[in-house]
């Protein structure tokens, strides 16, 4: 069982920066690839980024392209977003996840782990 524990998000104003992080359990993190995805209310969930286990493949939602940077260190069980220019449409739960496969994908159904959430808002 993996456990992932999300941390960084707040209330910004529209243009701030944030980074959240996510931090894992288990000795196997290495071997993930990871995602964000977001949540807004009366909204489905939806893909941020994935990485791959090495962090030599990543890949964002359009919508955050440019924006977004998702990132990790493995010595460190953590997978990051730092996310900058932020806009009130970025308001959401952000949940991070782990997909066993070790290679991140778009798909929801491909992930095995997920954590809580932290929640982000951002003010215009």
């Known amino acids: 069982q993996v456990q992932l524990v999300e941390s960084g998000g707040g209330l910004v104003q529209a243009g701030a920066s944030l980074r959240l992080s996510c931090t894992a359990s288990g000795n196997t993190f290495s071997r993930y690839g990871m995602a964000w995805f977001r949540q807004a209310p009366g909204k489905e969930r939806e893909f941020v980024g994935a990485?791959?286990?090495?962090?030599?493949?990543?890949d964002y939602a359009d919508s955050v392209k440019g924006r977004f940077t998702i990132s990790r260190d493995n010595a460190k069980n953590t997978v990051y977003l730092q996310m900058n220019s932020l806009k009130p449409e970025d308001t959401a739960v952000y949940s991070c996840a782990a997909d066993l496969s070790g290679w991140g994908s778009r798909m929801l159904d491909d992930y095995d782990y997920w954590g809580q959430g932290t929640q982000v808002t951002v003010s215009s």
């Open positions: 990485i791959s286990w090495s962090g030599a493949t990543t």
